[in-house]
């Protein structure tokens, strides 16, 4: 059974760099699709983008350039930054591989 | 991009009754690429129905999808205690993938 889980910062200053991993066990990331999806306090789920193992890149044009998804083959990771980040940008960020296998979540608040 | 409208925001219903959840498309989802999702709280959503129709691994026969070029729909038969959660669809026949807003199945 593949396992991800996500980690990184739980507090994030306003105008600085949102940077998460997503470290995957029990499998390879050399393959499926690998996304990034994000879910306010008390909202719905927002679609970030995702990575192809051959190395197609898709990004939702709401974030405005802001973000980067990107593979560590060597360490087994899934890499997200997202730039420039105000509070609209706090939510429980979620890595998927495929459809049907998500991490925890994780909880990035942005706040000075 | 393609918007997502799910009805209703709110299902109340009883343990054993039949849940009709629905979702529209602002435009033809492509190669009806449509995804259900269910998710508890606290916890992560969990991926229960994919291209339409497909139960994905793991998921009773309770649940079912149906549906076309706008129009799609999830069927629980006969709820159990444990479908009370929030409903989600999901196009990716196009970038950017989408998310409808929720349907919140509660226990009347």
């Known amino acids: 059974q593949v396992q991800l889980q996500e980690s990184g910062p739980g507090l994030v200053k306003p105008s600085e760099t949102l940077s998460l991993t997503c470290t995957v066990s029990g499998g390879s990331i050399s393959d499926y699709y690998w996304s990034w999806i994000r879910q306010p306090p008390g909202k719905g789920l927002e679609w970030i983008g995702y990575i192809y193992y051959s190395g197609s890149i898709k990004y939702n044009p709401s974030l405005k350039n802001r973000v980067t998804i990107s593979l560590d083959t060597s360490k087994n990771q899934v890499s997200l930054k997202l730039k420039s980040v105000t509070p609209a940008d706090t939510a429980v960020y979620y890595c998927a591989m495929g459809f049907d296998n998500w991490g925890q979540g994780t909880l990035v608040t942005v706040s000075s | 991009e393609v918007v997502l409208t799910q009805s209703p925001g709110t299902l109340s219903l009883s343990p054993g009754e039949r849940a009709t959840l629905s979702c529209r498309a602002s435009?033809?989802?492509?190669?009806?690429?449509l995804a259900w999702f269910q998710q508890r709280p606290g916890q992560a959503p969990r991926l229960l129905i994919y291209?339409?129709?497909s139960r994905a691994i793991g998921i009773p026969d309770r649940f079912s999808g149906s549906g076309s070029g706008t129009d799609f729909t999830l069927t629980i038969s006969r709820l159990e205690p444990e479908d009370f959660a929030v409903y989600y669809c999901q196009q990716y026949g196009s970038v950017p993938w989408t998310f409808g807003p929720g349907t919140k199945v509660e226990s009347k």
């Open positions: 291209a339409t129709s």
């Open positions: 435009q033809s989802v492509g190669s009806n690429y």
